[in-house]
């Protein structure tokens, strides 16, 4: 049977709002998603208006899904959330370089470098 996954979601349009807030989405999953997947079934099912990249190479190479997932920088695309648990999604920078919800200008400065490799 599947549960719900509630997502607590950063909403600011500086076009329409006059402060950011928080939209609570309750989605059904039968198994843990990505924090990505989560935010394409809540815009594709509930809320169209909700902004974010959704572009995403699925290995943290481009760096276009890192947002602030729990308080935490995470890439969105390898980020698993499970059924029964709450996850709050910020934007990685707000109000700097802000541009709607989570959409954030894209600069190499101001974002982490991504490890994809180790040294073995």
Same mark, same amino acid.
């Given at each position: ?10 909403? &600011? !349009?500086?076009?329409? !709002? ?6 609570? &989405? =309750? ?24 902004? %974010? ?7 943290? %190479?481009? =760096? ?6 729990? =308080? ?21 920078? %707000? ?12 600069? !190499?400065? =101001? ?10």
């Amino acid at each position: 049977m599947a549960d719900t996954i509630t997502a607590v979601v950063f909403r &600011y !349009d500086p076009d329409l !709002d006059t402060e950011p807030r928080y939209q609570e &989405y =309750r989605v059904l999953a039968e198994e843990a998603t990505s924090v990505l997947v989560l935010l394409n079934r809540i815009q594709r099912e509930m809320d169209e208006s909700l902004s %974010f990249r959704s572009f995403c190479c699925g290995l943290q %190479f481009c =760096r276009s899904c890192l947002m602030r997932i729990n =308080r935490k920088r995470r890439f969105a695309c390898i980020t698993l959330v499970k059924p029964g648990e709450t996850v709050t999604v910020d934007p990685l920078t %707000f109000p700097e370089g802000h541009i709607k919800d989570l959409v954030v200008k894209m600069s !190499d400065d =101001r974002l982490p470098q991504a490890n994809l490799w180790k040294s073995i």
